[in-house]
């Protein structure tokens, strides 16, 4: 009985969020918030992949957006190159460059730890953004791709707002029950041991050397797949998408929502999301206040939104 | 490569690496003493910038503020340390990611202030000509900013070498508890260092402004840019900030020429390769910060 | 079991081995002793495969494993318990011998829960050494006794032939060294052990050999009788240490 609460609340939840343009159409600005929503459900996902690395496997990553930008370079090419917008292959195509991209970097970055680590990796992901950049023909270097379809599958066609974030929506769910799948299963509860002790996980016999290569392949695919998503969100993919100033966005987003917790870093996602565009339409300095709640998040509140919660509940437990 | 061509690009090269090994010298320095990698240094470069544009603009005049800019962005490092930073002794992680927050907040603020356009400030005059080299005119800017950086190398070795601070730091760089065992005053010294290094990444910036000019978005390419110079050359060592300098500027001036569609890759391409081989960059001392 | 032949290890000037040689049998139980600076974590961190002798070569069941990592080390079938302990602080102890269980069954299994045959295990061990009501408990909050009993489990999760134990009994109040003396004496006979201890009544209660270290070198070797009575170890060692 238990269990069946809250399982149902997450389905009810699901068909809530998949639904959303439909119940809101009543809603003035209905069309606008149908497309923050998206936005912030793209973040998210990059941000759930992120937490792969940072959380469950303690691996700071500074360098993730490359993984994501790879992936929506590659979705939007694939379609173009091979004049086929489905979206199976998109998504492929998305998952498996941003992987593999994800093991020629994890290969290298996997060997530092701490402060190195969150320096290679953003070194690392200066160089695929400068390779972006430079690939004129391949990716339109400063330009961007503009003019990226939005797939189709089987028939159906992904082009309207509402088709589309109910596209971002499913996806969304699938990665989040993945997740969840992932952090309770043996491979999971391995990446937490080897954050919290690697030298012990050795002695027990753990290659953690491969096992953080498999976490940093794993999130960097999820990246690629939202990378895919927001290339067809806004029809466009840039070096923006592999910038650093993705990178942390994803960060931060994945530290004040709360490291470590399933919804913290889509609770996260919402709120920088919220505050670089909502907020800015009625107060000028918004990245500042995101840039000082992010301050004051790591000085006093480290657990994020989600720990706190946590933290809270616990109390009026006892 | 005709040898004038050669010529001029490798005072190119020397003047960037001049100007990297002023921005660098105080990440490296803040890293040496509290092991901490300050992501906003940037953005204090990018401050610096700003307030030589401001005085510019007020006064007319460049020299100026050589001292100003400084100043204020080292006041700022002076508040941040005790403020923000203290309160994080001893989580390294931690305090790394708090400086990115303070850069955020830096890079939005002058943003508002300043706008999203690009400015620039002239050469100073005096400074504004060129001289003859090996048949090319090359820009005497460009050489002051070598014997800038020449005199600065120099006076922070005298510092570093022959004061008591000079010892401090060099302690400090190598065990930072000990000495506070040993009865120095950490906080005041952790302060001190962070202002100092954050007034020189200023400094950096009012050196830069008339050649680079100054646009939202300057923090990044500095910081990433000092970042390779300290991790190449040396974490935590102001002659590892210079070694670095010295290979990582001539480096991306001969790149941009020789193969300009692979320099920038190449920049960090170098800077992986170090960070595998030795993670402490060529000539650091290092310790490994959780 | 054990065989290291010449074992040497330098610290830039400072000589920590200077030509070990020594020969555990299987099933036996050694331990190596000697006073601070002799060498004893040094040589114990060359076994364990977290450092590599600057010359000589060690073997486990005959195979050359002077080169292999821990992780290795581990999968053939040694097994260690740390100094200062190494355990998952914000895990339970449950939690804790479940992942020491897991690295036999291999992690890669990204959708399977931890299957109940594992819990089962890290149970039945948590048992054996005497935790068994404290399974649920953080591991951060367990008495030094306690996390040194964990670290036992974890160790004996392995299902190691050969298991090293550095200086099992380190901090412990008299009632836990003798539970942790007589959890180690009752393990089985066939599982070979080496012990690097100060506690000489623990020594002389669990060793069938002893081999003593000083200044990287070993001074004396043999049985527990043989060794006490050697005049050079009680000069050195014995004669230091109150009984």
Redesign the interface.
């Known amino acids: 009985m238990r269990r069946i609460v809250p399982i149902g609340a997450a389905l009810i939840a699901a068909a809530a969020l998949v639904t959303f343009p439909t119940w809101s159409s009543g809603w003035e600005s209905s069309r606008y918030a149908t497309t923050i929503l998206r936005d912030m459900l793209v973040l998210a996902i990059l941000a759930l992949s992120l937490d792969l690395l940072v959380g469950s496997a303690g691996l ?1 990553s500074l360098g993730h957006a490359a993984f994501f930008g790879g992936g929506g370079y590659a979705a939007a090419i694939a379609a173009q190159r091979l004049a086929n917008d489905d979206l199976l292959l998109g998504l492929g195509a998305a998952a498996l460059v941003a992987a593999f991209l994800a093991l020629v970097i994890g290969v ?1 970055a996997v ?6 680590f ?3 990796t ?3 992901a ?2 695929v953004f ?2 972006a ?3 004129t023909d391949i990716t339109g270097g400063s330009n961007g791709l503009s003019g990226v379809h939005r797939p189709t599958l089987l028939g159906l066609d992904f082009n309207a707002p509402d088709a589309l974030f109910q596209l971002v929506a499913a996806v969304f769910l699938i990665v989040v029950a993945l997740m969840w799948r992932i952090r309770s299963s043996t491979y999971g509860r391995a990446l937490v041991g080897l954050r919290e002790n690697e030298r012990r996980m050795r002695a027990l016999g753990y290659d953690t050397t491969r096992l953080k290569l498999s976490a940093f392949v794993l999130a960097g695919a999820i990246a690629g797949v939202g990378g895919a998503l927001s290339g067809w969100s806004l029809r466009f993919v840039s070096t923006n998408d592999v910038g ?2 993705r990178s ?1 966005e994803a ?2 987003a994945v ?1 004040i929502g709360g490291t470590s917790t399933l919804l913290g870093p889509v609770v996260g996602a919402f709120v920088v999301l919220y505050l670089e565009r909502v907020l800015p339409s009625a107060i ?2 918004a ?2 206040v ?3 709640v ?2 004051v998040f ?2 006093a509140a ?1 657990q994020g939104i989600v720990g706190l919660a946590r933290t809270a509940y616990e109390r009026v437990r006892t | 490569m005709s040898p004038e061509v050669a010529v001029l690009q490798a005072l190119n090269g020397i003047s960037f690496g001049a100007l990297l090994f002023i921005l660098a010298a105080g990440l490296s320095l803040i890293f040496g003493m509290m092991d901490v ?1 300050n992501l906003a240094h940037g953005a204090f470069y990018m401050l610096g910038a700003y307030v030589t544009l401001t005085i510019v603009q007020r006064t007319g005049q460049f020299w100026p503020a050589l001292l100003v800019a400084p100043l204020v962005v080292g006041l700022l490092g002076l508040a941040i340390e005790p403020i ?1 930073l203290r ?2 002794r001893g989580r ?3 305090q ?3 400086t ?6 830096i ?3 002058v ?2 202030t300043f706008g999203r356009e690009i400015h620039s400030v002239p050469l100073p005059p005096g400074l504004d000509s060129s001289i003859a080299v090996l048949g090319g005119d090359y820009p005497v800017y460009r050489l002051f900013v070598i014997a800038f950086g020449a005199a600065l190398a120099a006076l922070l070795a005298v510092i570093h070498r022959r004061t008591q601070l000079g010892a401090l730091i060099r302690a400090g760089v190598g065990d930072a508890p000990m000495l506070s065992a040993l009865g120095v005053d950490i906080d005041r010294l952790f302060a001190t260092t962070f202002a100092f290094g954050a007034a020189l990444a200023g400094l950096a910036g009012v050196i830069a402004a008339p050649v680079f000019g100054i646009f939202p978005g300057m923090d ?1 390419d500095a910081l ?1 840019y000092s ?2 110079v300290v ?1 190449v050359g040396g974490l935590g060592t102001l002659s590892g900030a210079l070694v670095g300098a010295g290979l990582v500027g001539p480096a991306d001036t001969f790149g941009k020429v020789l193969f ?3 320099a ?2 190449l920049i ?2 170098i ?2 390769f170090v ?2 081989l030795r ?1 402490t960059g060529l000539l650091g001392r290092a310790r ?3 | 079991m054990i065989e290291t032949r010449d074992l040497r290890r330098e610290f830039g000037g400072i000589t920590a081995l200077a030509g070990v040689s020594l020969t555990v049998a299987d099933g036996e139980r050694r331990a190596i002793i000697g006073p601070n600076g002799a060498g004893k974590t040094t040589l114990f961190n060359i076994l364990t495969g977290e450092l590599e002798p600057t010359s000589g070569e060690v073997s486990i069941a005959g195979e050359d494993v002077t080169r292999r990592r821990p992780h290795e080390l581990a999968r053939r079938g040694l097994a260690r318990m740390y100094q200062r302990n190494e355990l998952f602080d914000p895990l339970s102890a449950r939690e804790n011998v479940a992942l020491a269980v897991g690295a036999v069954t291999g992690p890669y299994r990204p959708f399977t829960s931890p299957p109940a045959r594992d819990l089962d295990a890290a149970d039945a061990l948590l048992d054996r050494v005497g935790l068994t009501d404290r399974r649920g408990a953080l591991a951060k909050v367990l008495s030094h006794g306690e996390r040194r009993q964990l670290e036992l489990a974890l160790a004996l999760a392995q299902r190691p032939r050969l298991l090293l134990l550095d200086e099992p009994t380190a901090g412990m109040s008299p009632a836990e060294t003798a539970r942790i003396t007589e959890l180690i004496d009752s393990l089985d006979r066939a599982l070979t052990i080496v012990i690097v201890e100060h506690d000489m009544d623990v020594v002389f209660r669990l060793a069938e050999r002893i081999t003593v270290l000083h200044e990287g070198r070993i001074i004396a070797e043999g049985t527990p009788a043989e060794v006490r009575a050697d005049t050079q170890v009680n000069e050195v060692y014995l004669g230091k240490v109150v009984a």
Do not use: K, W, Y
């Open positions: 700071p290298f060997r530092a730890a701490g402060i190195f969150l320096m290679l953003l070194a690392f200066q160089m400068a390779l950049f430079q690939a650093v100033a942390v960060f931060v530290l000028p300095f990245e500042t995101l840039g000082v992010f301050i790591v000085l480290r | 990698v923000l309160r994080l390294h992680l931690d790394v990611l708090l990115i927050g303070v850069s955020l907040v890079a939005d603020l943003g508002l990044v990433i970042l390779i991790v300009p569609e692979f920038l890759a960090f391409a800077m992986a960070l595998l993670p490994i910060a959780r």
